[in-house]
């Protein structure tokens, strides 16, 4: 199956920092999402992007599909920022049109004030 | 629109007993789809159905098992309960093409 691989695993920023974080995948696929999970537990859907550019205030995602990578950026942390950053992939399987996400395994991020 | 609804938020179930997770998904949302996430193995993927027909299985035994009702709402059974079961399941809802949207899941502890 496909390969999805995060990094950093981990990333510790003061308040105020950018950074970036890196979505590789093994394969060509119809979509990628990127979803912050809460300290409860919850996946929130920030970006859905199979290719291109998207912004959402401070927050902003890459996705060059023929590259198989996609990146998401953070401007001026804050500390709300912080949990696990997950990069999930869609490509189409025997079943047609069945929704299945492969997730990568995260990027820690840790926004100290 | 309300979320997605998982119910119950917490379980406590001992080795061998059985349980049933429940799922209502976003109104007009007609798959809905099951992951497993524990900290060894991160999100994996269970199955997702579509109007009332399961379209797609991870790899998972069959003491794992679903079921979506013609309201689309979901319900996913873990029968013989082992340790390693214990996880948070995250149920999804999506249109048939677009973004997924989670529920806050159900965190099962299996002693």
């Known amino acids: 199956g496909i390969q999805v691989e995060q990094s950093p695993p981990d990333l510790i920023l003061q308040e105020g920092a950018n950074s970036t974080l890196r979505c590789n995948f093994s394969?060509?696929?119809?979509?990628l999402q990127w979803f912050h999970q809460n300290p409860w537990g919850q996946l929130i859907n920030l970006f859905y992007i199979p290719s291109g550019t998207k912004q959402n205030g401070r927050l902003s995602a890459t996705t060059v599909a023929t590259e198989r990578y996609s990146l998401l950026y953070i401007s001026s942390s804050q500390t709300t920022d912080s949990g696990v950053y997950f990069c999930a992939v869609e490509r189409s399987s025997s079943s047609g049109s069945a929704r299945q996400l492969t997730f990568g395994s995260g990027t820690q991020l840790t926004v100290l004030p | 629109k309300a979320g997605v609804t998982q119910t119950p938020r917490y379980l406590i179930k001992t080795r061998g007993q059985q349980v049933t997770l429940s799922c209502s998904p976003i109104?007009?949302?007609?798959?809905v789809s099951w992951y497993q996430q524990t900290p060894g193995q991160g999100l994996q993927f269970l199955f997702e159905?579509?109007?009332?027909?399961?379209?797609n299985k991870g790899n998972f035994p069959g003491r794992f098992s679903g079921r979506q009702f013609s309201n689309s709402r979901s319900e996913m059974n873990v029968s013989t309960l082992e340790l390693g079961d214990s996880a948070l399941y995250l149920c999804?809802?999506?249109?048939?093409?677009?973004?997924?949207?989670f529920g806050s899941g159900t965190q099962l502890s299996v002693l």
């Open positions: 109104s007009g949302h007609r798959s």
């Open positions: 159905y579509f109007s009332e027909t399961q379209r």
């Open positions: 394969d060509s696929v119809n979509n």
């Open positions: 999804a809802s999506s249109p048939r093409e677009g973004k997924l949207f």
